[in-house]
């Protein structure tokens, strides 16, 4: 019993449901194995060890008495510290919210709760979600588990790190510009966004409204179905919450690779030359089945990261003024002016490039700019959605890799903002466009780290990914081995 | 374009943020390199995009306006920073 973290989510569940072990000793089991390895990777940021094994205790009285709330009964999920859980610390890994304990439970929480999931604690991230590495954590640096010296990719890289690093079998993250699917690409597993407005926002702490959707990341795609199918349908209580219905895996339908139409990419020089190599491969594969690749025009999502650094700014600016040193979260108190204490709980509590990012909003927010940056971005993004259409008026599926390059050296990029706003390169046009993608791994680079493949498919077509991806799966080998190290 | 000191201050002043003045050399830089960038939008044609098209799929809806469940005054206690007999404690903000 003492190396069930090692086990795959299907693994967990099947092994759950057949009793073969209990959700505790599976949870002590995943206890000891943060306790193990998270000094190193620092993937969580608060460790409420009783409260986890309370929760794993009661699912097990559950399962003896033959009353389990669902299949999922005692499956540990990690969630991203930007998701409120009731009683549990939620600081978006900022100082200004340091202590804040949320008394209520996001919609997606209280769904996984009803079935039986077990929460675990918060997974690091890049403060308020605004990075692609996790170096902008107030409290602390995760690491990737393949190389401790190198960035998880971010913001997600909490929920990314933990389940590389088998400490919990599934995560939720949520994605604004790339933020589940860039780390997923860069520690080994899969990470979905969904279709805007199919997971509710209710309890997601806002960065950029219109853009931010919660998902899965696992190491098996069973994981991701699976979360994707207790968290997703309509929420009353988010209102760009779309009228559907939870996705239902059991109509999944299987998919032929013959006579796919599969929207490809010509590789740049911003790709790196092993993940231009590893995509070529799964292309060749994907060829020799019988599927038709169809070279795209992406060269107008070149545009896709100012567009999204605009809107994504100017909604941040917007959301996070909420935090003001009065209601929530932590204040300086003073004995000057109202003003005063707004500006000095706002300044010593936002890190510097939360700081940079509201300001960049304010201003092209502010009077005699509005209409040359946001209004402006906000006609631009309609074009990226148009070119999606065109896309899949010709296409089944898009692929691209998911991240240019492998996992980069911790602090290779933080001097410099524009090129870590390029690592989310080819994942913020699908925010902009609202489509759904997944990002899975297809093999690593010659020091061992993982290369990830971006499947994006039409609004609302989670179901044509998840087949596709299943199908290509059986035909690669998916899984990239820990090293040594962390094994 | 280029933002200059004094504007990062008029746009740090409306952000209710304060840049210390070590800082608004490197914040500048950094500022006008990404300002620079996002610029770039500029050159693209958005002539053929109407108001109709930007809000395809909103359907926002909104609730009924009936009692629901709220916050209790404990729950509010407990996270706000300063609260007392119901109420935030702000700074005086009346003068007498």
Known sequence: MKTLWKLDYSQVKSGLNSGEFTPTELAESLWERIESVDPKIQAFLSYEKEFVLKAASESTERRKNGKPLSEFDGIPIGIKDNICVANMLTTCASRILENYRSPFNATVVERLLEKGFVLFPRTNMDEFAMGSSTENSAYQVTTNPFDTTRIPGGSSGGSAAAVAASMVPVALGSDTGGSIRQPASLCGIYGLKPTYGTVSRYGLVAYASSLDQIGPLSKDLQGVVDVYSVISGKDPRDASSRNISSYDPSKQQSLKIQGLKLGVMKMSSEISPEVAKAYSEVLEKLKAEGAELIELDFSKLGSAIPIYYIIATAECSSNLSRFDGIRFGSRKDLAGKLEDLYVASRSEGFGPEVKRRILLGTFSLSAGYYDAYYGRAQKARVLIRKEYEGYFSKVDLVLQPTSPTTAFKIGEKTSDPIQMYKADILTTSVNLAGVPAISLPVGKDSQGLPIGLQVTGPELGEGKIFSFVQALSSRIDPKVDLPDTIR | ?96
């Open chain 2, 1 to 96: 374009m280029n933002l200059n000191e004094e504007s990062l201050k008029k746009i740090a002043d409306l952000a209710k943020l304060r840049i210390r003045s070590e800082e608004v050399g490197p914040f500048l830089q950094d500022f006008n390199k990404i300002l620079n960038y996002v610029d770039t939008i500029k050159e693209l044609d958005v002539s053929s995009i109407t108001e109709d098209d930007l809000y395809p799929n909103s359907g926002n809806s909104v609730r009924h306006d009936k009692i629901e469940y709220g916050l209790t005054r404990q729950e509010i206690e407990s996270f706000a920073p300063n609260f007392q007999n119901g109420y935030f404690v702000v700074p005086k903000v009346i003068e007498t």
